[in-house]
């Protein structure tokens, strides 16, 4: 699908492609990353244009309305489709749910849109893609765009959507050494450490690697919190025991799936397990690790069964689809209440 003549002619006369950014997939994620991108840069540089789009307009018209109101004098304009993000920006910065989203984007509308520009805005453009997804998927991307002159960076993040309104994230980042540093200053608007992990692909290994273990570790702070209020105690005080001891971590410290057990804090379980980082999604990120586990005859005997009890949690709590993924507690509890 390549961009009309109209198109282009539109979007030059909105906003000189050389200066403006565009942010396609504003969930919960991208929103939030987006927002401190923008805003940044408008303090920075209030002659800057932003541009949006999302498979939702109504998330792209809200996104500008509420951006709008706190940054009256921006430039942003939202567009129907990532044909006319990629028209108007040498910057384009990409947050979707998944694979097939990842490929559709840029197989069907950023590449071939490139293809209609003169050979210079080309070469000047830099595509970001924070999406978790199959590395072979962003390896064969990144190779597309490389061939015709483009650069590219993966660079999924860790933090999740508190760490994206803050502005807190890390992103591991894939590709090459001149990918990588120009993608640093713009991510660097976003999250507070911007980890180069290697060539095309290495940021979202790391990134599956660190979420295996996440969704592991998950499930097993939720069986000790179990275990422990069986035994008579205060979820408080052993989450406290924990934090302080060698079963610390995130899952614990920060996600604890009890209400009560983190009183100076305000995880999902507080909200009834709404915002965060959802359980299909995290179900989605297992799937990928065992996966390329698979792939690379790498045994995972816990990923395995952790990837099979977030399924099983879905299916019996279809609910637990879209709340935190530490809601695999009531899955759990659940469990323990029928024997």
Known sequence: MRPTLRCLQQLERSAPRAKSTSFIGLGR????????????????????????????????????DNFLSQFPGANLQVVDTPVQATVASKTIITMLPSSPHVKQVYSESVIPALKGLPSQDITQTLCIDSTTLDVDVARAVASELNSLGAQMVDAPVSGGVAGAKAGTLAFLVGGTEQSFKLSQPILAQMGQRIIHCGPSGAGLGAKICNNLILGVQQIVVGEGMLLGQKLGLDPAVLASVINSSTGGCWASSVNNPVPGALPEKSPPCERDYQGGFVTALMLKDMGLATEIAR????????????????????QEQPELATRDFSAVYKYLRAQNVSQ
């Open 29 to 64: 994620m991208g929103s939030e990353m987006a927002y401190n991108l923008f805003s940044k840069e408008y303090t920075q540089s209030p002659e800057s244009n932003f541009v949006v789009c999302d498979a939702l307009p109504e998330s792209a018209k809200a996104f500008q």
């Open 295 to 314: 792939k690379q005859n790498s045994a995972l005997p816990l990923g395995e069964l952790a990837e099979a009890i977030y399924a099983k949690s879905i």
